[in-house]
């Protein structure tokens, strides 16, 4: 996240083509990662955050009225589309809260800890370093559930190795897109149900 | 758990998400039908996303043309004192040629008719000053640009 003091100036023109973007299709593709990503920061223990809270960060951000001074410029060589560079700036966010909740828990352990950090969790540390074991057992949970769906597990592979793009999973796999895509939804459809990753925010 | 282990789980999980959330190759169908059977109600979220888009570039407006009016008040401060160029003009002409900025996307493109009505002749001048300095400011930045 950029703010004010830093070199590169906040660049007011990309204020007209949000001004103009369909809204409609962007939001479904934002309320589709923003919706995962709570997911994991919840299981994370970072209760305060739904998908719309990063949704309406990151478009805040965009317009250069972020919280303190913070905005995002969007480099059109790196993401061509809005969509898709909304969604990074949602990814940063997610990002900085773990870095946050991270900082939190060290100095929850040094009994240093910053109050103005507290609402990032209402866990003693030791109930962050369950979390953890949780989601240790919870991959294997579900890993239990995919076993012997050979297609499931060849793209469960491609995760454990940080492949999180489905057509990288493709060029990986050997398999066409739209088979990465129904495996993916295979996966979430098995997983789902099971505490906390799959749990969603009221 | 070991610290390798606590990052390692942390980022398969941010992977996985990564890839659930991931919409390049999937169609507006695909995504709605997995949307509502993750219990989502869409159209009330996306009627809530339409809401925060409105209400964050009429704040960016705001900003943008409180940071003109700073600027102006500024220079004025800088430069001699000298009676604007529209004192003289008449509350129609300073209309219509607010109007003319209205048409073009300004920073107060959402201000109506009515509202400009309402307002007294010194603060269309103030009003149409910003606006002159906003265009100015944008001018020289593209020019710095280029």
Redo the contacts between chains.
Sequence with gaps: MVNGSEEKKYD?KI??E??NAD???I???????????A??LR??GITDTG??DL??EA??L????GPNNTYRNWNKETYPDL??FL?SVI?SIVNHK?EQREKFKLDLLDKTFDKDLKHLSPESPEEL?TR??D??NL?QAIYELIKGDDEVEM?WLC??D??????H?AEETGYD??RV?NI??R???KSKGLAP?TE?RH | ?GTE??EK??????????????????S?E???A??K????D?DA??K???A??ED??Q??RR??LEIARERRLAMESKKPTRPSEFLDWTKEQLIEKINEFLST?SPIASVSYRELESKCQEDLVALLEDLITTKELDEQASHDES
């Excluded at chain 1, 939001?27 to 990503?37: D, H, M, T, V």
Aim: hydrophobic share 45%; proline share 3%.
């Design positions: 007011p204020r007209e949000l001004d809204w409609q299709d939001s479904l593709r934002l309320l589709r990662y923003a919706a995962n990503k997911k994991m299981a994370l998908p719309e949704i309406q478009i805040s965009a317009y250069g009225i969509a898709g969604i990814k773990k370093v953890e074991h989601l240790m991959k793209v995760l454990e940080g492949i999180s793009k489905p057509r999973i897109i739209t895509n993916l939804r996966l979430r459809r990753i969603q | 758990m282990d606590k789980i942390i980022v398969f999980f941010d992977t996985l998400t990564d890839a659930l959330g991931d919409s390049e190759s999937v507006k695909e995504i709605l997995d949307l059977e993750d219990g989502i869409v979220s996306v809530h996303i339409l925060m888009v964050a570039s704040k960016a900003q943008q996307g």
